[in-house]
């Protein structure tokens, strides 16, 4: 079991999807493009920094001096992928599937608060957003979404564009969610 504090051990979580294709593509430079893709959303979406320092490891790069700089989320991150590199059975677990059905709540309520014009409540959202962006797939489109669904978009059409069905599946439940919650 790991040692590491409870927030990295979120962090390392949230980003199990980034850090096991990375660790892959190392092993196996065939699956690179599909890395590269993820790699291009998250330098679009800020990340340039984490994306650097990922494109360096896969070009062999290997040494601790990779860390520095770094904040503690890619910081956690980059050494997961060293680590997972090293030793696989350091990988988090990325076997966990998100349950829409808990998911689902949380993030309507975080919507609303949003466009009820709460500080936090848009900031974390932000933050939110730009993690599951990061994440790719269906996670990157539901962190797309997350914007308009604050500002009262409800086309789940139009809001699920690209979307697999685990996906639509998370955003059919917050849309749900959100029904409810204005009903009141």
Request: hydrophobic fraction near 45%.
């Amino acid at each position: 079991m790991s040692t590491l504090p409870e927030r990295r051990e979120q962090i390392r979580s949230a980003h199990a999807a980034l850090i096991h294709q990375v660790v892959v593509a190392c092993r196996n430079p065939a699956l690179r493009p599909a890395l590269e893709d993820s790699l291009r959303v998250a330098d679009a979406n800020g990340w340039a920094t984490l994306v650097g320092v990922i494109r360096r490891i896969l070009n062999g790069q290997r040494e601790p001096g990779l860390l520095a700089g770094l904040d503690e989320e890619d910081g956690t991150i980059i050494l997961s992928i060293l680590e997972g590199i090293q030793n696989p059975a350091t990988l988090p677990k990325g076997e966990n599937k998100a349950d829409a059905g808990m998911a689902a709540p949380g993030l309507a309520s975080v919507v609303l608060a949003a466009r009820r014009g709460e500080p936090e409540a848009i900031a974390w959202l932000g933050r939110m957003a730009s993690q599951m962006q990061r994440a790719g797939g269906d996670m990157a489109r539901m962190g797309a979404a997350l914007g308009p669904l604050s500002r009262g978009e409800r086309d789940p059409q139009r809001l699920g564009r690209g979307m697999g069905a685990l996906g639509r599946s998370l955003l059919r439940s917050v849309l749900d969610e959100l029904a409810k919650a204005e009903e009141q």
